[in-house]
């Protein structure tokens, strides 16, 4: 099983970025589907944007246009680019992985197996 390690979170204003990591180790990148994931206090986890092995992104509505998935296989690493920040985006962000999930499943949080310990993601107006 995969092992995830999210960083990169922080404290900005409304309309500025960041830029989240999700280091991997014990399976590359780009054999895996992957998934962003975030949670807010009182709610459930919700997909943000995952990516399957062969490169197919699914957004949330919430996000598309302003998030981008990508990964690097040279540093093993994928990456949540977040610009136009709001403070709904406000969240603890998890990073998940597995072999193999359905394009369908791809926002479905009962889909992955490995997931990191999350980082905290905090916008103000």
């Known amino acids: 099983q995969v092992q995830l390690v999210e960083s990169g979170g922080g404290s900005v204003g409304a309309g500025w970025s960041l830029r989240l990591s999700c280091l991997a180790s014990?399976?590359?990148?780009?054999?895996?589907?992957m998934c962003w994931f975030r949670q807010d206090s009182g709610k459930a986890r919700r997909g943000v944007v995952g990516?399957?092995?062969?490169?197919?992104?699914a957004y949330a509505d919430s996000v598309k246009g302003r998030f981008t998935i990508s990964r690097d296989n040279n540093n093993n690493t994928l990456y949540l680019q977040m610009t136009s920040l709001k403070p709904e985006d406000s969240a603890m962000y998890f990073c998940?992985?597995?072999?193999?999930?359905?394009?369908?499943?791809?926002?479905?949080?009962?889909?992955?197996?490995?997931w990191g310990q999350g980082t905290q993601v905090t916008v103000s107006s």
């Open positions: 014990g399976d590359t990148v780009n054999t895996l589907a």
């Open positions: 998940a992985a597995d072999k193999w999930v359905p394009f369908s499943r791809l926002l479905d949080s009962s889909a992955y197996v490995s």
């Open positions: 990516i399957t092995v062969v490169g197919s992104t």
